[in-house]
């Protein structure tokens, strides 16, 4: 089944990218070549992130890119299974590892600002720097 939906001839269905977070126990964020990675299993914070995934439709980007320099790659998971997998770059393409399928967005927004900032403010007061783990 696609993410995506169906999307009436009459208007965009904003769905985004549906996220089960009552279903996830945690929420892990990876980004780039940058060694630290985001983690929570605050039901607040899993809900957060999930809610970044709603408020816009998509449409498949045949041969799309990442940018892999600026990607996310984000996790939802309970202790015995993953329940979503969400890889987005600046540039706002989005990868489906589940369905193999690239997309942008067509209607709405995706705040990649929001996601950056998230991840950023966890990384800087757990004392880290992101130039100092780059992965080679």
């Given amino acids: 089944q696609a993410v995506t939906g169906a ?15 009552e279903k996830s126990e945690a929420v892990s964020i990876y980004y780039g070549s940058v060694c630290y990675s985001f983690f929570s299993e605050d039901r607040d914070r899993i809900k957060e992130v999930a809610d970044l995934f709603t408020g816009f439709s998509l449409e498949e980007v045949p041969n799309g890119q990442l940018d ?5 790659q984000i996790y939802f998971s309970t202790d015995t299974e993953q329940i979503a997998a969400i890889n987005v770059d600046k540039n706002g393409i989005f990868y489906i590892p589940e369905e193999k399928k690239f997309y942008k967005v067509k209607a709405g927004t995706f705040h990649f600002e929001t996601l ?14 992101e130039n100092q783990c780059l992965i080679q």
């Fill in 68 to 72: 892999e320099a600026t990607t996310y």
């Fill in 116 to 129: 950056d900032q998230i991840y950023k403010d966890s990384m800087y007061a757990d004392g880290f720097d």
């Fill in 7 to 21: 999307v009436p001839a009459d208007g965009e269905v904003l769905s985004g990218i549906p996220v089960d977070a």
